[in-house]
């Protein structure tokens, strides 16, 4: 059982408390802005709050099957011992991760460019793609996507195109799609 998980596991507890008391009093909820910070604190806490329960519960019943194996040896606690501690080695880096702060704007939505760069007709046909793919990306992901501006070049590609996503997370999906994108391939508009 790893120390440094079990103070991850009373962070979680002590933190969900504490903001659980600060919810419930009345000069907080008060304050519309500081109330809404607060509880998108504690609702961040969530899914680091349920797997710190599980951990609980496993590492407990790895305690309790060592206990018993101490008195005597016994196959059915010696595969509870190891069912509970194959358990608690998943959850430790599941709850790990859980704990790393959020970026405060990954909840936002987002705005998309993309540009055609030298390369002429298949820079613009690869900027054609690259739009169709984050698109159907987003809506696969159940994003809204808003197409804002397109400027269309000859043989069907994209000089520049702008697209707006929203719901939920956008930002968080998206933020790391930067930079420039090369591609090497055969032109559509070679005659060969």
């Excluded at 808003?146 to 968080?172: I, N, P, Q, R, W």
């Amino acid at each position: 059982m790893s120390g440094g998980v079990a103070g991850l596991v009373a962070q979680v507890e002590r933190t969900r408390a504490e903001l659980s008391q600060a919810l419930s009093d009345p000069e907080v909820a008060s304050d519309r802005t500081r109330y809404a910070d607060l509880n998108r604190r504690y609702s961040g806490l969530e899914d680091a709050a349920q797997l710190a329960v599980r951990w609980r519960d496993a590492s407990g019943r790895a305690a309790e099957a060592r206990e018993m194996l101490a008195e005597g040896e016994d196959d059915d606690f010696r595969a509870l011992l190891k069912e509970a501690e194959a358990e608690v080695d998943v959850l430790e880096p599941l709850i790990r991760s859980a704990m790393v702060e959020p970026d405060p704007n990954d909840s936002r939505d987002v705005i998309v460019e993309i540009r055609g760069g030298t390369g002429g007709e298949e820079a613009a046909l690869f900027a054609r793609d690259l739009l169709d793919i984050y698109q159907r990306y987003a809506i696969s992901r159940g994003y809204k996507v808003e197409l804002l501006d397109v400027s269309e070049a000859d043989a069907g590609g994209v000089k520049e195109a702008t697209f707006a996503v929203k719901g939920d997370g956008a930002f968080s999906v998206f933020k790391h799609e930067g930079g420039v994108h090369r591609v090497q391939r055969v032109p559509a508009t070679e005659s060969q």
